[in-house]
């Protein structure tokens, strides 16, 4: 109806940094954890005039709990970060920020049971 659409009509999406940004910067992590951060490179940029658009956009999107995870994990994660793919690292903060966007158009009512 029209409510679905004025709904659409006032979605802004954030962009993946906004997303999976954290605001706390300075994490503490028990010592048996590593703290893990997005790792973004400015060559994989679809507008770059140097390098070719990519086809398949060169991300890596990965999720825990929180960003501070076990050595197994950070290492793994190293591992894909190394190939200069973009890496998001999708933590609870950053699954709320994208769950609590009112007005998704794919899910218009996802934050009210969120």
Known sequence: ?????????????????????????????????????????EENRQNSSSTPAYKIPRIIHQTSRSRCIVKEFHETSKGWRDWGWDYYFHDDEAMDRLVLQVGVPAFPRLHLIW
Do not use: V
Request: aromatic fraction near 10%; charged fraction near 15%.
């Open 1 to 41: 109806g029209s409510s679905s659409n004025t709904i659409q009509s006032t979605y802004h999406p954030m962009s993946l940094s906004e997303l999976t940004d954290t605001t706390a910067k300075d994490i503490s992590c028990p010592e048996w954890t590593f703290p893990i951060w997005n790792e973004i490179h």
